[in-house]
C-alpha cells in the first residue's frame, strides 16, 4: 500500500468546515484525502471489475468515507455499496447512513440493541395514534423521518393537536413518528463517537422560551464524558454500526435515566468547537483513524484508541 493512502470522502460541499480540518489532519498524519461530490463521481463496472473516476481520471481509494445526507443520500448510498462490493474499505457505510438518517430504523435498531430509547409510534392511521397517545399520556413529541437542527419537530398536548397533525399531513409515504416528550431541562448532550468509542460530548440547551435544545441559536458547553454516558453512547453507536457517529443522549428528570434519542450518521462539530475556543477534537481522532483503517482496515478496526477525549 501507498506510503500516502488516498482517502475519498463521498460527500458535498454543505459541511466545508469540518472537511477541511479533517483534510489538514489526514494530511499532517501523512495521508491523502479528496472529496467528490456525489454528481461529480462516474463508476464504470464491468466484467473485469470496477473503476471509479473524477474529472476524467481514475481514482484508486484506499479508503471510502460516506458523508452524504437528505437529497444526495440514495445516490450515495449506491456509490458507496458500489465500491465496497469492489473490496474497498467502506468508513460509515451506505446501510450505515440509511440508519442514521431514518428516525425508523434508529429506534427499531436501538431497542433491538437494549439501548435506552423511548417508545414511539409510525404511521398514518389516525384512530391508532389517538388512542396511542391517549393510553401513554401526553406530552408527546412528533419528528419528521429525515431532518436536522430541530426542523419539523412538534409538541402534541392533547388529542385535538393529535389530531389536527395527522390530517395536515402531506400525501402518502409521509408519515407520523411520535414519542414521548422527555423532561430533561430542555437540554441534551451530543457525545462524538469514532470506531464505537466516544471522544467527546457537548452539552446543548434550547434557545431562551423554547424546548428544542438542538435548535439554532441554542446554547452549548462542553460536558464530563462519565462512565455511564460514555457506556450508553457507545452501545448506540456500534448499534448502527457507525464508526463516526453523534449520539444525542437525555438525562431523564423523572426516572434519573439516561435516554438516547437518535444517532446521527453525518454529525458535524467545527462550529460548536470554534465556539467553545477548543480543537474540533472529533474531527482530529477521525482523521486519525482513517488513515490507519486506510493502511489496514481490520487492524484498526480491532486496535485503533482515541489518544484524546474531552
Avoid at 246 to 275: I, K, M, S, W
Wanted: with cysteine; net charge negative; glycine share 6%.
Amino acid at each position: 500500500m501507498a506510503e500516502a493512502p488516498l482517502i475519498l470522502l463521498l460527500g458535498n460541499d454543505d459541511d466545508d468546515d469540518d472537511h477541511r480540518a479533517l483534510f489538514a489532519e489526514i494530511h499532517r498524519l501523512g495521508g491523502q484525502a479528496r472529496r467528490v461530490h456525489p454528481d461529480d463521481l462516474v463508476t464504470e463496472v464491468t466484467a473485469d471489475g470496477t473503476r471509479f473516476l473524477a474529472e476524467g481520471a481514475e481514482l484508486a481509494p484506499d479508503l471510502v468515507f460516506g458523508w452524504v445526507y437528505e437529497d444526495y443520500l440514495i445516490l450515495g448510498m449506491n456509490q458507496l455499496e458500489t465500491a465496497r462490493l469492489a473490496g474497498i474499505p467502506v468508513v460509515n457505510s451506505a446501510m450505515t447512513l440509511l440508519r442514521g438518517q431514518s428516525k425508523y430504523l434508529n429506534s427499531a435498531l436501538l431497542h433491538r440493541a437494549g439501548v435506552r430509547h423511548l417508545p414511539v409510534l409510525w404511521g398514518r392511521d389516525e384512530e391508532t395514534l389517538v388512542s396511542w397517545t391517549a393510553e401513554r399520556g401526553y406530552p408527546m413529541v412528533t419528528k419528521p423521518l429525515m431532518s436536522s437542527r430541530g426542523r419539523g419537530m412538534h409538541r402534541l398536548t392533547d388529542e385535538a393537536s393529535v389530531r389536527d397533525y395527522t390530517r395536515a399531513l402531506d400525501p402518502a409515504p409521509e408519515q407520523y413518528y411520535v414519542q414521548p416528550f422527555v423532561s430533561a431541562g430542555h437540554r441534551d448532550t451530543r457525545v462524538l463517537c469514532v470506531n464505537y468509542q466516544a471522544v467527546a460530548a457537548v452539552t446543548r440547551i434550547a434557545p431562551e422560551g423554547t424546548w428544542i435544545s438542538n435548535a439554532p441559536g441554542n446554547t452549548r458547553h462542553r460536558a464530563e464524558l462519565t462512565a455511564d454516558l460514555r457506556a450508553i453512547a457507545e452501545q448506540a453507536a456500534e448499534a448502527m454500526d457507525a464508526l463516526f457517529a453523534g449520539v444525542d443522549v437525555a438525562h431523564d428528570e423523572e426516572t434519573g435515566e439516561l435516554r438516547v434519542y437518535e444517532v446521527n450518521t453525518c454529525p458535524t462539530c467545527t462550529a460548536t468547537f470554534q465556539e467553545l475556543d477548543m480543537e474540533p477534537v472529533p474531527l482530529l481522532e477521525l482523521a486519525s483513524f482513517l488513515v490507519a483503517a486506510a493502511r489496514d482496515f481490520q487492524g484498526a478496526r480491532t486496535g485503533w484508541r482515541p489518544s484524546a477525549t474531552v
